[in-house]
C-alpha cells in the first residue's frame, strides 16, 4: 500500500497494470512489484523476498 500512496501514477502503471486490484486481491507477483518500487526508492537493490 505504501506504494500506491507514494509513488507516482506513471511508475505505478509501469509496474502493475492495475495498482489497487492487485492490493484488493492480494496478487502475489504484482506485490512483489510494487514492493520492489518501494525498496529501489529507498536505495535497496535486489529483489525483494
Not at 500512496?5 to 492495475?18: E, K, S, Y
Amino acid at each position: 500500500m505504501r506504494a500506491i500512496v507514494g509513488q507516482p501514477t506513471a511508475r505505478l502503471l509501469g509496474a502493475v497494470p492495475d495498482p489497487v486490484a492487485a492490493l484488493r486481491t492480494a496478487d502475489e507477483p504484482a506485490m512483489r512489484a510494487l514492493a520492489a518500487l518501494e525498496l529501489r526508492a529507498a536505495g535497496v537493490r535486489g529483489e525483494p523476498m
